[in-house]
């Protein structure tokens, strides 16, 4: 079998080989790399070495070198493949399989890497040239340095449709067209792709120059892209590349931290102030390649985005195609930058240790995921509020681990719940004493307006302590008996039960089990229960509201239907009482007529209310014989 030395670049740099060879091999951290008494000969003090940034060992006293392949081979005695086969399953990679092309696909390869090597090498001679004075000039307006344009490996690519081909004439043309170097057109005669643009070498994990990246320096020439990649060829996949990889690794394992920022500009003004750390995708948006890969440096990278509306979409895609990656110890920060500032203009504004402040201060992604939908709509209808979370959870559904998965739900609810049904505030008591007049003449105390002395308001108050009748508990209690006895409609009605753990804590405790993935038996339930020192409910807790769903004489598929509609007047409650409570607040502050309308509206609707839920039971508490009096009137 031929392995492509591109597939067995790929499977190094999945590995980490220090992890390798310390199963048999006791190794010691020293500084940057780690050291051992060599495997392969006898030595009394440590003169092997591991080092993870360059992904090779080597001993100064045998002379024994090589990487985790030679690792598996030499020491673990382990035939090529075999070792190649065991790798690849630890770093989660498929072996291709037998391939005669390969060996030439192999060779191609090697040949287009000498083309870009050269092309590089005369783009840096142009920029030193008198023809790059020109770029060399507007490198001075960015503020880098000689040290960071020889780093970034900055070049010149001049004006001419033949002058790359002039300067590379010992490769063939369609080399150099294969490496993204020039462009065919039909039958027309090629030309080079690169032409009066500052250009910056792109490279890949093991630093060999695999593509271009060129900015154009003629601000009149409106109609050329201000930025241009080499396109993806046998070397180059910009959806499988991160800019500057390869020198962010280990500045990484140095920091801590990694930094994805939208740009290679990006990347190289944060270089240059300090930040090595960075890297940048190519033209796309950060894919789920790419995300696998800063995975592997650092558990959770932060992405730097521009603070305008575009560098918001970005964040928000790179969000979306990360929530089905997600796994244990794995997530994203986002960090948002001031609107209409990209990291170089923040950095030569307010100094490097304000990109410091805006990194130290980068969210988490469910953090940013809740801002941006809460202020994405205007939320002012109860139409809106259940679009705020019918996206939530279309976001939480594409999560793929289960746990991770079943956490943001039960967060982005809660967080919903809190934002669309916020708590009540304890009203005082009316100090009203019998007597007054209707129209505030009479005994107050401070002056608080409620309900006056008239049969009207005298109504009004029966039928407020009628709406705010014990039943909450009952019915809670109800509903909890019956979900333990039906326990798959647990999952049926997630979202609503999610909405009343405030009412019944121990709906919590179902969703919980539910979530996680435990055994939905109504016995293992009331064992989870029993676990968290909470009790079944018993008949007497919902006395006189006998609901069909609780018969053990009806048919399992009416008790749940039944049981869908208790849920449902469960969850309309809060939101009625809530309106109530609000507008008798009002009545007792001014006492007109529109606010006492508004208040017997709401009684009203709330003795409808419970009129429904007499219905559903078999019999329900018995209202006393003057409030049934006055409920007929009314």
Known sequence: MSLSPQWLDELRSRITLSSVIQRTTRLTKAGREFKACCPFHNEKSPSFYVNDEKGFYHCFGCGVHGDAIRWMTDQRGLGFMDAVKELAAE???????????????????????????????????????????????????????????????????????????????????????????????????PYDRFRGRLMLPIEDARGRVIAFGGRILDKSKTDAPKYLNSPDTPLFDKGRTLYNL???GPASRQTGRLIVVEGYMDVIALAAAGFGESVAPLGTALTERQIEMVWRLVETPILCFDGDAAGQRAAMRAIARALPLLRPAHSLRIVRLPSGLDPDDLIKRDGPRAMEEVLQGARSLIDTLWDHERDALPLNTPEDKAGLKARLLAHVETIADPDIKSLYRRELLDRFAAFAYP?????????????????????????????????????????????????????????????????????????????????????????????????????????????????????????????????????????????????????????LETALADATERLNREFTDEAYAEQQRLLKRKLEFNARLGQMASARAALSSDDATNTMAE
């Open 423 to 575: 708590a009540r505030e304890q009203r005082p008591q009316s100090n009203w004493q019998p007597g007054g007049s209707s129209r505030g003449s009479g005994n107050w105390k401070d002056k608080r307006r409620a309900f006056p002395a008239n049969p009207a308001n005298n109504h009004s108050a029966r039928l407020l302590r009628v709406a705010n009748g014990g039943a909450r508990d009952a019915l809670s209690a109800a509903i909890l008996t019956g979900l333990i006895r039906y326990p798959a409609e647990i999952a049926r009605h997630a979202d609503a039960l999610a909405r009343c753990t405030d009412i019944e804590a121990r709906f919590d405790l179902l969703l919980d089990a539910c979530d996680h993935g435990q055994a939905l038996e109504s016995d293992a339930l009331a064992t989870i229960l029993a676990r968290q020192g909470q009790t079944l409910p018993s008949p007497s807790d919902y006395s006189g509201m006998r609901f069909g769903f609780l018969s053990p004489d009806m048919a399992a598929p009416q008790a749940c239907a039944e049981l869908a509609q208790a849920i449902e007047l469960l969850v309309e409650r809060p939101a």
């Open 91 to 189: 770093a989660g990679l498929d072996v291709p399989a037998p391939d005669p092309r390969a060996a030439e696909a192999a060779v191609q390869r090697d040949s287009l890497h000498d083309v870009t090597a050269a092309a590089q090498k005369w783009f840096m001679d142009c920029l030193a040239a008198p023809e790059g004075e020109k770029a060399r000039a507007y490198l001075a307006t960015r503020g880098f340095d000689a040290h960071t344009v020889q780093r970034f490996g900055f070049g010149f690519a001049p004006e001419g449709r033949q002058a790359l081909k002039g300067a590379l004439g010992q490769f063939p043309e369609d080399k150099l067209i294969e490496a993204g170097l020039r462009i065919t057109v039909d039958d027309k005669e």
């Open 246 to 248: 390869h020198r962010a």
